[in-house]
């Protein structure tokens, strides 16, 4: 299995700021997941990204991936108080099973 | 609503007990994984299956086994609970084997007192 690491463990900014998250891997990947869990729930996929691909975006999501440095970042921009929630990542590829690390948790304050 | 279900969303049970935790993948998934989260482990992975076979095995206690019908629902089985065993469980699910998105449900809260 692979497993993605996050950083920070948590972030507090106020509504307006961006918000951004990074997570680090150690093996080669076809490549990578985010997703979102609002406390208690279950994780709420946000958007996947090839090895072959180094941006992508989704409405106030923005993701890259540098294959090199064996790292991605996660970035939302103009945070609102419902974006708070934890954030993690996902490597994949071949016959991976899709592993976390701890995430990282965000607190957008109003 | 990611279209796992999962059954049910709470549960209380005493040490030494016996539970069943269920899971109906999205239609169309073959396959099937099953996470604990709970605070100081973090999202672990336990198992998957896919199209009614075992396909990867995780830190899944041997207390604990799982299995995928015909049907292709879950279910994950959970012996001589202990108090530590208290987590959140996942369900999720995924088209193929390996290399998709995969889709949680939104978990079976389990307490052992």
């Not at chain 1, 954030?87 to 957008?108: K, M, N, Q, W």
């Not at chain 2, 209380?12 to 007990?17: D, K």
Request: charge should be neutral; include cysteine; charged fraction near 15%.
């Amino acid at each position: 299995s692979q497993q993605g690491e996050e950083d920070p463990q948590a972030l507090s900014i106020q509504e307006g700021e961006n918000a951004t998250m990074n997570c680090s891997y150690k093996t080669s990947i076809n490549n990578l997941q985010w997703y979102r869990q609002n406390s208690g729930r279950g994780l709420v996929h946000l958007i996947l990204i090839r090895s072959n691909e180094r941006e992508k975006h989704s409405g106030r999501l923005r993701v890259t991936l540098d294959t090199s440095k064996k790292s991605s970042s996660l970035l939302i921009t103009a945070s609102r108080a419902a974006d708070t929630a934890s954030y993690f990542c996902a490597t994949g590829g071949g016959s991976y099973i899709p592993t976390f690390g701890r995430g990282t948790s965000l607190i957008v304050h109003p | 609503d990611s279209g796992v279900t999962q059954t049910p969303k709470h549960l209380i049970t005493a040490t030494g007990q016996r539970v069943t935790l269920r899971c109906s993948p999205r239609s169309g998934d073959l396959s099937v994984y099953w996470y604990q989260q709970s605070l100081d482990q973090g999202l672990q992975f336990l198992i998957q299956y896919y199209n009614g076979e075992e396909r990867a095995k995780g830190n899944i206690l041997e207390r604990f086994s799982a299995q995928q019908f015909p049907d292709l629902h879950s279910e994950l089985n959970l012996s001589s609970l202990e108090l530590g065993d208290s987590a959140l469980y996942f369900c999720a699910s995924s088209v193929g084997v390996a290399g998709n998105t995969i889709y949680f449900g939104e978990g079976s809260w389990l307490t052992v007192v």
